[in-house]
């Protein structure tokens, strides 16, 4: 669904500023007459503007549900980190949080180290060599 709008955003977009493009080259020249001129400023409006108008819309509109599903990922990934550190007593490993989000461990390390900082948290290391994060409850 994604792919078709941005094609279909795509297409408006460029049919859209070439017909505004040719259009007002038509309204701006001094020798057409006057029939002509209205027809061009006709296919401005409806071929020009609107699908520009369209085009327009449906890019800021894919970049808009792109931000909110985004924000929404990093509040689900903020509320899973806080119902495994309740159920595991602070202590969390970089695999645990890695298999219950669903994420590559390397973006697991990284959230993991964020909220190490930001949390004041504090690491000990297995005899196995995994980091255990012990965040303050």
Known sequence: MRMLQKALAGGCLLFGLWITLLATTELVSSDEDFEDRAEAGV????????????????????????????QTLALQQEQLFLQ?????????????????????VEQAKAFLDQKAQVLNASFDV????????????
Do not use: E
């Open 43 to 70: 296919a401005l409006v409806l071929f020009g503007l609107a699908p520009t108008a369209l085009g327009t819309w449906l890019a800021w509109n894919l970049r808009h549900n792109s931000q909110r599903s985004s």
């Open 84 to 104: 495994l550190l309740q159920g595991q007593a602070g202590d969390l490993t970089i695999v645990q949080f890695a298999t219950a989000a669903q994420v590559p």
């Open 126 to 137: 297995k005899d196995t060599g995994a980091i255990v994060y012990r965040f303050p409850l």
